[in-house]
């Protein structure tokens, strides 16, 4: 059993930076790959970074390439994203999410997403 919890969201203008961070409790959190979605108003859910167990591997969703950087650390059950270049859309609530799968596909579809957090809301002005 995982227990996730996100931070770091807020308001911020387009060109900004945010990091947020997810804290994960139990003992088994760097047996997860674990990744980022996220969820605006009247829109599904979408990827949008995955890093795998070790840190060795990351994935990105096309639209945050170059801009936002995924990063764990295992000794302190925590994982990061960096996002730098802010736009309007990144607005949404963002959430992490541990899985036990570790390819590239498998870790963009949200249903192979075993424990899930609460979200942080994430908010771009123009």
């Known amino acids: 059993q995982v227990q996730l919890v996100e931070s770091g969201g807020g308001l911020v203008q387009a060109g900004g930076s945010l990091r947020l961070s997810c804290a994960a409790s139990?003992?088994?959190?760097?047996?997860?790959?674990m990744g980022w979605f996220r969820q605006a108003p009247g829109k599904e859910r979408e990827f949008v970074a995955a890093?795998?167990?070790?840190?060795?591997?990351?994935f990105y969703a096309d639209s945050v390439k170059g801009r936002f950087a995924i990063s764990r650390d295992n000794a302190k059950n925590t994982v990061c994203l960096q996002m730098n270049s802010l736009k309007p859309e990144d607005t949404a609530a963002y959430y992490c999410?541990?899985?036990?799968?570790?390819?590239?596909?498998?870790?963009?579809?949200?249903?192979?997403?075993?424990?899930w957090g609460q979200g942080t809301q994430v908010t771009v002005s123009s």
């Open positions: 890093i795998s167990w070790s840190g060795g591997n990351t």
């Open positions: 999410a541990a899985s036990y799968g570790s390819s590239s596909d498998t870790l963009q579809r949200g249903n192979s997403y075993s424990y």
């Open positions: 139990g003992r088994t959190f760097s047996t997860y790959s």
